[in-house]
Each structure stands twice: as C-alpha cells, then as structure tokens.
C-alpha cells in the first residue's frame, strides 16, 4: 500500500509517501523557521500564507523523489488537528482536493500519533509501550496496548517543556527556538544554580511553570543587582531540572504499566541531553528515540501514523472533513 | 467525440460560498450560500456533490477559475487551494480574479462599487464599470473605512454580496491565465499585524 501524507499543523509544509507503513520513499519539508525567527516565534497568519505558496511544490517533490505518479496512491493521510488552525486547513483543503481529483480514499490523522508513530520508522513497536510526548506544545504520557491504541495517562498542568525552554532563551535574549540553543549552551556548562523539584498532585501529570518562573526571576534578579550571569551553567541547572521531570515521571509509568518499550516523541526529542537520561534510566526495557530529521514536525511519520490508523479502522474521511485546532488523542 | 469545454468557478473569499459548473458559457450546476466559517468544509464537500451529480471528472476540466480575494485571510485560502490542487494535479489551465471584479460580475450594470465587509467596518472595495457584455475596472481594490467609500466614491450600485456571471468575466480583462500553478496564491492587500508593528517598530 502506497501512502501519500500531508502535514501543515504549525510552520513545516511537508508531503511524504511511504510503502506499507514502514519504507518512506519520500519525505520533503519545506521550513519556515526563517520567516518566522524575526518575530520570535511563530506567526500564525504568516504562516497560512507560507503554507498556500508551497503547498503544491512539495507535492511535486515528494513524487518525483519517490518516483510514483499520484496513480499509484492507495490513501492519503492529513493532519488534522491539533495545531493553527489556519495552517492545518491549508494541508487539509489540498489533500482533499488531491484526493478527489485522483479519487483516492483520505484519512484524518491526530498531529500526535503521528510524532509517537516516527518511532516505528525505524523500529517495531512492542506493546505494551509508555510514550512520552515532548514539543512546543505538548507534554503527555500516553499508554499503548495495541497500534492505534492511545489512552492518555498524564499531561502537562500548564507549560509544555518546549515552550519553557524557548521563554527562558528569550528572557537570556538567546534567540528562537529555544530548545536546541539551550542544548547546546548546557552541553558546556555545569548545574551550579539551584533549581525547584517539581512536584505534581497527580501520578502522571507535569508542570513547567513553577520551573520557568524560578528561572527567570532568578535572571531578573541578578541583572537588577548587576551580578554576572553564566549562562552556560544556567543553561545546564534549567535543563538538568526540566529533564529529570520527564525521566521521573517516565519512569514512573514504564514501572507502573510493565511496559516493555518506552519511545520519546515530538521536537523536544531531539534534545541530546534527554535522549542520553533516556539511555541511562531505563536500561531494563526497549527505548526508542526517532532520527533527528523526523522529531521536529514532518509528513513522514503522519504518513505512518495514517497507515497503522488505516489497518486498524478501516474507515476513511469524507469530503466535508475538517480542521481542528484542539483534538483528543482518541478522535 | 465530446468537445465540450467545461470550467469550475470557485470563491471563497467573502461569507458566501461560490461554486459554478460551466459547460460551453452554460450554467449547469451552481450554489451560492452564505456560510458559516466553515468553507473548509462545505467546499470540497460541496464540489464533490456537484460534480458527482453532473458526471463530471477533475481531468475533464478545461478551466479552473477562482477568485484570489482580497476578502476573508481564512477564507480565500480554502478556494485557491483547492483550485491550485485541481489544477496541478492534472494540469488543467488555471486563472485567477480579483473578488471584487467577480462580485461586480453578477451585478446589474452600470459603475459598481463591489466589496468585501472587513471587520471594524473595514472593507475591501473596488469600483468597475459593468455592461452585459464585459467588466472594466475604474478603481483598484482597496482596504479602507467602508462608510467612507460607501459615502464618497462614486457608482451607481454597491453590492457585497450577489452570485457572479462567469460570461461576462470571461470577457473582460480583468480575468488573468496563471502561468505556473506553484505562483498562484491569495491577494491579501494587506501584510499581517506582527510585519506592520515590526516595520513600525524599525
């Protein structure tokens, strides 16, 4: 089964086509990170317009790169929420028509499953699975028993860690987006400031504010009393803290459920700091961590997330099908 | 051997959804509804009815024709997706209007000033001289105050909201051939608030 996947949730126009849910034959991105950096994050209305200019050339390139005609298409796959809602309507609107004019069956497929399922790119899944979802947005642990199979077992209570790490790069003036920046001044430093433990009421659930707050009260602090900030080792304090609230809580969860793999999801994957706790913490089950290129936001794994929705459903999307800007995992 | 030449009309630019099935400057099939938000929805659902009714195929297009605002950001998006969409995937010739002009289409004639209601009683306005045969533009589309432009430009009837006529834009200029389909896209008019604060801001 050839499968084509749209996906334009935030700033990465992105078409990708794989085979059966596991070869991806093509896998264009086009960034927007640039148009935005100058405004210090993304610009919803801006990146609409980004959006419809290139919509149809990344069709074009994820074709040709996987040397198919639309004729060969089995199913289209879209995201279809959550993220702005004026980009996701752009991908949405052109796979249906895509679709229609090549009278292909289309699905709609959860932003997030499509992060936890960049995981099966280049590894099996083996359930039971705990995934931990890390991005801009989102912060979760998610219990799979099967394929397709989410059930939500915590989230974050207000911040999500990627949204933390870029409030703290702009309040040091680092620059957007803040994650990778932070990674790699901490890689540098060491953890000399003092951090909060973070404390949750629920088992499962996280919080970064209380984090992020510390962090930048403390910046505010020693700039008014004109004290040196070193901000290799405040890089390193603040991500030591944020990422040992992901472990905990992961590990947490693997122990609870027996789970017998733990996969990271989302663009904070990416983060080499996480990805090396991960390694240390869990040596007793299987971890998967996807490939950088497919961590930031990408059609490939929609497009495999798509497959697996498809196999185990059966159901497709009509033509009236719509964009959401919030969406459950299990919709 | 069917020779016919069949073109799809598509605007979503204003609170009105528009879609026209043309066969031979005929009309064959038609809608013309105030929306709700929800032309993503309505469009593709609306079209596939239609062209499911009428035995029409994509590939069967000769033309794609669509209106590129300035009107609704969100709205106008919808439709010339979907025709950059239809035409690219099977090469079909696509062109593009102003919404205004395609509004003042369907008018009676005369000097039209023909918009599209912004918020805050902003508008998108143009003004065109129509006969039954062609549409001339006497006056650029322009976002401004719309009690300004309804008191103080001069026409003989305004409308904002009335169903276009494909045969009389097929006549006039005003209708423009898309030479790169990847080109086709949106006039907004207007850049977004965070690129005019940061030009203010400079």
Redesign the interface.
């Given at each position: 089964m050839i499968v084509l996947a749209v996906e334009s949730s935030c700033d990465e126009t992105s078409v990708s086509i794989n085979k059966d849910g596991k070869v991806i034959l093509s896998n264009i991105v086009l960034s927007q990170i640039d148009t935005h950096a100058s405004f210090g994050g993304v610009v919803p209305e801006i990146a609409s317009r980004e959006h419809v200019k290139g919509i149809s050339v990344v069709f074009e390139q994820a074709l040709n790169q996987a040397g198919i005609t639309a004729q060969d298409v089995d199913l289209v796959a879209v995201t279809k929420g959550p993220g702005l809602i004026g980009s996701l309507l752009v991908g949405i609107n052109a796979a249906k028509a895509f679709a229609f004019a090549h009278n292909i069956p289309i699905v709609g497929v959860h932003h997030i499953a499509g992060h936890i399922y960049a995981n099966q790119i280049e590894s099996e899944m083996k359930f039971p699975l705990i995934a931990l979802v890390v991005s801009g947005g989102h912060t979760e642990l998610i219990l799979m028993k099967e394929h397709y199979d989410f059930e939500k077992l915590g989230e974050t209570q207000d911040d999500a860690v990627g949204e933390a790490y870029d409030k703290v790069a702009r309040v040091l003036g680092l620059g957007y987006p803040g994650g990778p920046i932070i990674d790699k001044l901490a890689a540098e430093g060491e953890a000399t400031y003092p951090m909060p433990h973070i404390k949750t009421e629920q088992l499962y659930d996280f919080s970064y504010s209380g984090l992020k707050s510390h962090v930048i009260n403390m910046i505010n602090r020693l700039r008014m009393k004109k004290e040196p900030i070193n901000e290799k080792n405040l890089a390193t304090s603040f991500q030591h803290a944020a990422v040992r609230h992901l472990i905990e809580k992961s590990r947490q969860a693997v122990d609870d459920y027996q789970a017998k793999m733990l996969i990271v999801a989302g663009g904070v994957a990416a983060n080499k700091h996480l990805r090396s706790e991960v390694e240390t913490h869990f040596k007793d089950v299987e971890v998967s961590v996807p490939p950088f290129k497919y961590c930031t936001d990408n059609a490939a794994m929609m497009g495999i997330a798509g497959y697996y929705y498809y196999q185990r459903f059966k159901k497709i999307d009509a033509m009236d099908m719509n964009g959401y800007s919030r969406l459950n995992l299990s919709e | 051997m069917n020779k016919s030449l069949k073109r799809l009309v598509i605007d979503t630019a204003t609170p009105y959804l528009y879609i026209a099935l043309y066969e031979d400057n005929v009309l064959v099939d038609s809608i013309y509804q105030k929306g709700n938000n929800?032309h993503?929805?309505?469009?593709?659902?609306n079209?596939?009815k239609m062209f499911d009714k009428a035995s029409w195929k994509?590939?069967d297009l000769a033309a794609v024709i669509v209106g590129i605002g300035p009107g609704s950001?969100?709205g106008v998006?919808?439709g010339?997706?979907?025709a950059?969409?239809?035409a690219?995937?099977?090469n079909i010739p696509v062109f593009k209007i102003s919404t205004p002009a395609l509004l003042a289409s369907g008018a009676d004639n005369g000097v039209i000033f023909a918009y599209v209601d912004a918020r805050r009683n902003q508008a998108f306005g143009g003004v065109f001289e129509k006969t039954d045969e062609t549409l001339v533009r006497l006056k650029a589309d322009t976002y401004a105050d719309l009690t300004t432009m309804l008191d103080s430009w001069t026409y003989d009837h305004p409308v904002n909201a009335v169903m276009p006529d494909l045969n009389v834009v097929l006549n006039s200029e005003l209708l423009e051939a898309v030479d790169n389909?990847?080109d086709?896209?949106?006039v907004?008019l207007r850049k977004?608030?965070?690129?005019r604060n940061?030009e203010q801001n400079k």
């Amino acid at each position: 089964m050839i499968v084509l996947a749209v996906e334009s949730s935030c700033d990465e126009t992105s078409v990708s086509i794989n085979k059966d849910g596991k070869v991806i034959l093509s896998n264009i991105v086009l960034s927007q990170i640039d148009t935005h950096a100058s405004f210090g994050g993304v610009v919803p209305e801006i990146a609409s317009r980004e959006h419809v200019k290139g919509i149809s050339v990344v069709f074009e390139q994820a074709l040709n790169q996987a040397g198919i005609t639309a004729q060969d298409v089995d199913l289209v796959a879209v995201t279809k929420g959550p993220g702005l809602i004026g980009s996701l309507l752009v991908g949405i609107n052109a796979a249906k028509a895509f679709a229609f004019a090549h009278n292909i069956p289309i699905v709609g497929v959860h932003h997030i499953a499509g992060h936890i399922y960049a995981n099966q790119i280049e590894s099996e899944m083996k359930f039971p699975l705990i995934a931990l979802v890390v991005s801009g947005g989102h912060t979760e642990l998610i219990l799979m028993k099967e394929h397709y199979d989410f059930e939500k077992l915590g989230e974050t209570q207000d911040d999500a860690v990627g949204e933390a790490y870029d409030k703290v790069a702009r309040v040091l003036g680092l620059g957007y987006p803040g994650g990778p920046i932070i990674d790699k001044l901490a890689a540098e430093g060491e953890a000399t400031y003092p951090m909060p433990h973070i404390k949750t009421e629920q088992l499962y659930d996280f919080s970064y504010s209380g984090l992020k707050s510390h962090v930048i009260n403390m910046i505010n602090r020693l700039r008014m009393k004109k004290e040196p900030i070193n901000e290799k080792n405040l890089a390193t304090s603040f991500q030591h803290a944020a990422v040992r609230h992901l472990i905990e809580k992961s590990r947490q969860a693997v122990d609870d459920y027996q789970a017998k793999m733990l996969i990271v999801a989302g663009g904070v994957a990416a983060n080499k700091h996480l990805r090396s706790e991960v390694e240390t913490h869990f040596k007793d089950v299987e971890v998967s961590v996807p490939p950088f290129k497919y961590c930031t936001d990408n059609a490939a794994m929609m497009g495999i997330a798509g497959y697996y929705y498809y196999q185990r459903f059966k159901k497709i999307d009509a033509m009236d099908m719509n964009g959401y800007s919030r969406l459950n995992l299990s919709e | 051997m069917n020779k016919s030449l069949k073109r799809l009309v598509i605007d979503t630019a204003t609170p009105y959804l528009y879609i026209a099935l043309y066969e031979d400057n005929v009309l064959v099939d038609s809608i013309y509804q105030k929306g709700n938000n929800d032309h993503s929805v309505t469009l593709m659902d609306n079209i596939a009815k239609m062209f499911d009714k009428a035995s029409w195929k994509i590939q069967d297009l000769a033309a794609v024709i669509v209106g590129i605002g300035p009107g609704s950001y969100t709205g106008v998006r919808i439709g010339v997706v979907v025709a950059k969409m239809f035409a690219w995937s099977h090469n079909i010739p696509v062109f593009k209007i102003s919404t205004p002009a395609l509004l003042a289409s369907g008018a009676d004639n005369g000097v039209i000033f023909a918009y599209v209601d912004a918020r805050r009683n902003q508008a998108f306005g143009g003004v065109f001289e129509k006969t039954d045969e062609t549409l001339v533009r006497l006056k650029a589309d322009t976002y401004a105050d719309l009690t300004t432009m309804l008191d103080s430009w001069t026409y003989d009837h305004p409308v904002n909201a009335v169903m276009p006529d494909l045969n009389v834009v097929l006549n006039s200029e005003l209708l423009e051939a898309v030479d790169n389909v990847h080109d086709l896209s949106p006039v907004y008019l207007r850049k977004t608030e965070a690129e005019r604060n940061q030009e203010q801001n400079k």
